[in-house]
């Protein structure tokens, strides 16, 4: 059974510093591209970065350059999203992605998604 489960969301500061994480099992996930995904109240969910399966590519939301960091550890098989100077627009439930894909904003592009985590950032 594939399961991605993300941990790491909570309540933070603007300004402040959160370390989502993304656990991927129940198959190989080689070749694989795996991303992260968010969702506020009342509105639809966009991309917010996404990462090849050799971490040699790599896409992010505008609005989180320089701010966010995507990364991977194969070896874990574990997906990671730092996020730094959080905005209260950063507000959000944040999902975790894979596919086999190489258009990482597209939602339908990934096979597999997890249950998502909250992440709030108070002003």
């Known amino acids: 059974q594939v399961q991605l489960v993300e941990s790491g969301g909570g309540l933070v500061q603007a300004g402040g510093s959160l370390r989502l994480s993304c656990a991927l099992s129940?198959?190989?996930?080689?070749?694989?591209?795996t991303g992260w995904f968010r969702q506020a109240p009342g509105k639809e969910r966009e991309f917010v970065a996404a990462i090849s399966w050799s971490g040699g590519s790599t896409r992010y939301l505008d609005s989180v350059k320089g701010r966010f960091t995507i990364s991977r550890d194969n070896a874990k098989n574990t997906l990671y999203l730092q996020m730094n100077s959080l905005k209260p627009e950063d507000t959000a439930v944040y999902y975790c992605?894979?596919?086999?894909?190489?258009?990482?904003?597209?939602?339908?592009?990934?096979?597999?998604w997890g249950q998502g985590t909250q992440v709030t950032v108070s002003s």
């Open positions: 129940g198959r190989t996930f080689s070749g694989y591209s």
């Open positions: 992605a894979a596919g086999a894909t190489s258009i990482y904003g597209v939602a339908n592009r990934y096979n597999y």
